[in-house]
Each structure stands twice: as structure tokens, then as C-alpha cells.
């Protein structure tokens, strides 16, 4: 059973995912921490430092990571092989259709109204994970300023950060 | 660590390797497997690298197709870097190359979390390890935040617009709604608007 569970959650993902990894993380925390309760909202947010700091696609990374928790490693390979499925299917459908509505009003006015959509889904996933446990001290809110500024100021490296802030936690917690 | 599942999946796994083995593009799979090795930061950060192999260094392609299909692999739904490779794969050597590819883009990262969830669980019980996952719990949110505000001036909002992110955001946050679908709302919304422009035009 949990094999299927866990094929639908990450199908539906892969299968809507537009806009990136951390447009899917958002959806990837509805179902994995609200819905199925298969983590607590403090063990997703070690998992998505995780997957932030070994190489790969995040999303990749995320599914494989939540299917070893539930099922192992025959959970891990079902998790990836759901994400990447839609993908798939839709390249056989792209075969098929050769891609003809590139530049058709239809996908461009989508296009329009999804990507201010997208960023208010990023913004939810980050302040859902905004809870009392991830903010313990007032040092975790310098972390959290600093490294804000950090990446979207001055783009620094996010392994960088999250080094950073190990070792900040490390010396300070 | 060796639970039926754990075994199951490691035959699982083989089959499944022997299988590709037999229907595989080596060069096309060992090159995807070193990018997927060495890129840190999600599908965009492995544009460049993907570029120098496939059109640099291999010639496999040339320039203009590279970068139609990193449009399609934008355009459509699913994880990047797989989009990425299955476009670029395909146009290289058909559907073994795609399928050659995107393994390759998986592999790596798939191995590398299954060993590191191997350990996670005992690793989290000791003491100096809860203190550096609460140093990078903070840090991991403004990661998320950043490119959030990047996105939000990236689709360039007018006083038409401005109202998409802030109901969509307080859905998802204050109702509780799937952001799945917040997205197929959002998609149904485009179609219906292209195609009321559309008629205005006719």
C-alpha cells in the first residue's frame, strides 16, 4: 500500500510541477508532511538541507529521501521513477505533436498568469516551514537575515550557507 | 538498513540496471552521470555544465538545437535536469538516448541519498548534530524565501496581476489548499483569458 501511496504523491508532483525544485517543494510538504504525516514539519526541513547540499535536482533528491523514510530503498526507487514518469509521458506526447503550440497565445498567456502563481507557492512552502523550532534562539533570526541577503544580494554559493550556518549553529546552540 | 525492503529494492534495482545496460548510450549516460555528480544547486545550475559537454567539448549537437530544448524542457512540467536531458538525449541519439540520459541525470543523486538516509536516522540522535541542523534550519528557509522574491520580480507585476501570488499564497498558508490545485486553477484561468483575447482580436 505505501508503495502506491507513494507513487501517486510524487506522479501528481512530477506531473505538476512547473517552475522548479522549489515549486515542487511546496507541494512535496503538503503531501508528505500535512496529508500523509509521513514526516514531522522539523525532520522535512533537515531533509531539504539534505538535498541541498549533495549534488543533483532537489526534487530528485527529495523524493529519493522520503521514499528511503517509508519503504527503503525499493521506496526510494519508486518515489524517483513516479517524479520522473509525467516527464515521460509528456516527452512521447511531444513526439507525437512535435511541439507545434510553442508560440501559441494559449501557452504564452498560461505562462503569464503561472509564474506570479509560483512564486506565491515558494513564498507559502517558506513560511509554512516558519515555526518555533527552526527560530529556537535569536541567533537562528541573524542566520536567517544573513543568509537572505547573502543569496539574493550577492548569490552566494547555498552550500556556502548552509556550511556557514552549521558551523554557526555548531559554536552558538 | 537490511529490511525486505531493502532487498527488494536492491534486486529490483539490478534487474532494472541490466536491463538499461543492455539498451544504453554509454557515452551519452556516463557524461549525464558525471554532471549529475558534480552540480550542487538544483536543474538550472547544470545549463552550462550540460552545454560545454554536449555542444563544446562533443559536438553531439549543435548550439540553436541546445537551446530549443532547454525551451521545451522549461516549458513543461516535471524535474528540469530530467526534461533537460531527455530533450537533449533524444535529439542525440533518439529514445535509447533520452532514456540513456535522463538515467544518467538520475543515478548519481539517487545513489548518493540513498547511502546518506542509510545513516540519517542514528546521525540525528547525536547531540552536535541536532546543534548544526539548528544553525542550518534558518538557513534553509531563506533559501527558499530568495528564490521566491527572485520569481516575484522576474513576472513583472502590474495592478492586474498583483492579486495572483497574494490569493494564491493565502491559500496555501491560511486555508490549507493543495498548491496542486492552486496550479491547475491558475492554468485553467490562462486558457480561459487567451481565449477571450483571442476572440477579441477576431
Known amino acids: 500500500m505505501i508503495y502506491l501511496h507513494l507513487f501517486w504523491v510524487f506522479f501528481k508532483i512530477g506531473l505538476f510541477g512547473f517552475g522548479g525544485g522549489m515549486a515542487m517543494i511546496s507541494m512535496i510538504r503538503m503531501e508528505v508532511v500535512d496529508n500523509y504525516n509521513w514526516l514531522s514539519a522539523n525532520e522535512f526541513t533537515d531533509l531539504l538541507a539534505i538535498s541541498q547540499m549533495t549534488p543533483g535536482p532537489i526534487s530528485i533528491n527529495t523524493a529519493t529521501f522520503v521514499g528511503h523514510t517509508q519503504a527503503g530503498i525499493l521506496g526510494s526507487a519508486i518515489a524517483t521513477f513516479a517524479l520522473c514518469l509525467p516527464s515521460i509521458l ?11 503550440h510553442k508560440d501559441s497565445p494559449y501557452v504564452k498567456k ?13 513564498i507559502a512552502a517558506a513560511i509554512l516551514m516558519c515555526d518555533a ?18 543569496h539574493y544580494f550577492y548569490k552566494v554559493n547555498p552550500i556556502v550557507l548552509i556550511v556557514i550556518s552549521g558551523v554557526v549553529g555548531y559554536i552558538s546552540m | 538498513m537490511f529490511s525486505k525492503n531493502n532487498f527488494l529494492g536492491g534486486i529490483f534495482s ?14 551519452l549516460f ?12 538544483g536543474g538550472y545550475a547544470m545549463i552550462s555544465m550540460v552545454k560545454d559537454c554536449l555542444v563544446d567539448k562533443n559536438k553531439w549537437m549543435t548550439e540553436d538545437d541546445f537551446w530549443d530544448c532547454i525551451a521545451l524542457a522549461q516549458a513543461l512540467p516535471g524535474v528540469f535536469a530530467i526534461n533537460m536531458a531527455l530533450y537533449t538525449g533524444l535529439k542525440i541519439n533518439g529514445k535509447t538516448g533520452a532514456a540513456s540520459a535522463a538515467f544518467g541525470a538520475m543515478l548519481p543523486s539517487f545513489i548518493i541519498i540513498v547511502v546518506i538516509a542509510s545513516f540519517f536516522a542514528d546521525l540525528n540522535s547525536y547531540e552536535s548534530v541536532a546543534k548544526v541542523f539548528a544553525g542550518i534550519r534558518p538557513c534553509v528557509i531563506a533559501l527558499i524565501f530568495s528564490p521566491g522574491i527572485a520569481m516575484l520580480k522576474k513576472s513583472k507585476l502590474t495592478i492586474k496581476t498583483l492579486w495572483l501570488p497574494i490569493i ?10 493543495s498548491p496542486i490545485i492552486v496550479i491547475m486553477v491558475a492554468i485553467l484561468l490562462g486558457i480561459i483569458s487567451a481565449r477571450i483575447s483571442y476572440n477579441k482580436i477576431k
Open chain 2, 14 to 27: 539490478a534487474f532494472f540496471i541490466l536491463f538499461l545496460m543492455k539498451n544504453l548510450t554509454l557515452n
Open chain 2, 168 to 177: 494564491s499564497l493565502s491559500l496555501i498558508c491560511f486555508l490549507g489548499v
Open chain 1, 110 to 122: 498560461t505562462m503569464d498568469f503561472l509564474l506570479p502563481v509560483i512564486s506565491g507557492l515558494i
Open chain 1, 133 to 150: 523550532n527552526s527560530f529556537a534562539t535569536p541567533i537562528s533570526l541573524l542566520i536567517f537575515g544573513f543568509s537572505l541577503t547573502a
Open chain 2, 30 to 41: 556516463l557524461s549525464f552521470c558525471k554532471i549529475g555528480a558534480f552540480t550542487f544547486g
Open chain 1, 90 to 100: 509528456l516527452m512521447i506526447a511531444v513526439l507525437l505533436l512535435f511541439f507545434k
